[in-house]
């Protein structure tokens, strides 16, 4: 069986290189251009693969932003893909599956497709329609089944909702949707944990997750905030194949740019805050064993 269909979609060959060399790629959710420009900085240091995660609210606050990462993207010496993450409306996911790139090509090479506020049956029915929809457009699609407790910055807020451990049926469920990539609930959170010992992650039930989708999806992990390597390493080992990122490449930034805002020209905090962001990205493409790949 084939890993999927969209077998010249970029985002599709960069995950099934991760998954051939048992390594993940770092995917970061990007919020603003010091963080595009610091990501793709590092990939082309490290020579890894890369992929650049915004969310809904990135087309809504500026399609202008949305074209520079797709630019910053298509423009980088390594392999960098664009992916909508979290999209929750079939109007966002429709309307961003029609942006180009300047080659005519889809501006996201990926879409998720988070119907995971809807019951299960609803969930699956909007996915599976909406899968239809990107792949006719030759756009990569990724699912959540189950649902991943917690909220984070520039998503539907979904603390309120109670989180549901991925199970096997619901594996097999989704992937009949048709989607290219799977993020599976297996104690991950979005937002924080409060502490590395907080993090209580069901290995075996990641292990027989990948187990089941082998050679037919990729398996993607969501919730890293407080993550340390030897977890980061116990998933990949386990098929993660792509690794979403936020406060773990951006907290260096966050505590700089608290600290010298105003008290430094205004150059010098992008120019500093930027390569802090490389630095930690760079650090994590070596830790997941990307680094050297391109």
Request: glycine share 8%; proline share 4%.
């Amino acid at each position: 069986m084939t890993l999927n269909k969209l077998t010249s979609n970029r985002a599709v060959q960069m995950l099934n290189a991760a998954a051939e060399g048992k390594y993940g790629v770092l995917g970061v959710v990007s919020y603003n251009m010091e963080t595009i420009i610091g990501a793709i900085r590092a990939a082309e240091a490290k020579r890894a693969p890369l992929q650049i995660l915004l969310f809904p609210w990135a087309l809504k606050f500026s399609p202008l932003f949305v074209d520079f990462a797709v630019h910053a993207a298509r423009s980088a010496s390594v392999p960098v893909t664009v992916h909508m993450d979290h999209a929750q409306e079939p109007e966002i996911i429709d309307r961003a599956s029609q942006i180009k790139a300047p080659d005519g090509s889809p501006a996201f090479d990926s879409i998720m497709v988070d119907m995971s506020h809807y019951e299960k049956e609803e969930n699956l029915a909007k996915t599976t329609e909406l899968v239809k929809l990107c792949h006719s457009r030759g756009i990569a699609t990724e699912a959540e089944p189950g649902r991943i407790e917690g909220g984070e910055d520039g998503v539907k807020d979904t603390a309120e909702l109670q989180g549901m451990m991925t199970t096997a049926e619901e594996v097999d469920d989704f992937i009949a949707t048709g989607i290219d990539f799977l993020a599976p609930a297996f104690g991950n959170v979005h937002g924080d944990y409060h502490g590395v010992e907080n993090i209580h992650l069901d290995y075996d039930r990641l292990a027989s997750i990948h187990e089941k989708s082998k050679g037919r999806v990729q398996v993607v992990l969501h919730g890293t905030n407080e993550f340390i390597p030897e977890i980061l390493n116990e998933c990949i080992e386990r098929g993660v194949t792509r690794v979403n990122v936020n406060k773990m490449v951006l907290s260096d930034y966050f505590e700089y740019v608290n600290a010298n805002t105003g008290k430094v020209p205004l150059t010098e905090l992008l120019e500093t805050g930027t390569a802090k962001i490389q630095a930690q990205c760079e650090g994590w493409m070596d830790a997941m064993g990307c680094s050297g790949k391109y």
